[in-house]
């Protein structure tokens, strides 16, 4: 896997290096309330997604990784990301989910991208729309909170090779 480099970012495979900031990110509050603990082998834990650690200016700043569907029939792509909260409001984030989907588009041949965020998740939501992501859909109780009480709602998007931004 090569570097990815956006306008603001760049985003290179994780490694072991990365993991002590990565997960340092991931207990701060805004990135725990979404994602939750992370389990002792992350984010080495799941081989069926591609991983990078965000880097502004040389400095971990968040992490993304992406799924592919490969049947032809229903060839697709999903992103998720988590970004450092002391750079949110920066572009950071539209600059990631950018290069990320121009890498899919161009480089991996994916027509189609989805993103899934929880639907009291405005800023990310904004941030998806920013870069070309449309709303499809509410899928009602979609995903476990965090910390186990119950469910919530996302917000599917998807952006198709002509809408991105």
Known sequence: MEP???ELVTLVPVTAEHVSDLRRIGETPPVRARWGEFGPQWPFDETEVTCYTVLVAGTVRGFVQYGEEN?????????????????????????????????L??????????IDPAADNEAAIRCYEAVGFRRVGIMRDYERNPDGSGWHD???????VHDLR
């Open 4 to 6: 990815l480099h956006g």
């Open 105 to 114: 588009l161009r480089d991996r041949g994916h027509h189609r991208l989805v």
């Open 71 to 103: 049947d032809p029939d229903y060839r697709h792509a999903a992103i998720d990301i988590f970004l450092d909260p002391e750079v949110h409001g920066r572009g950071i984030g539209r600059d990631t989910v950018r290069t990320v989907a121009r890498h």
């Open 154 to 160: 996302g917000v599917l998007m998807d952006l198709l």
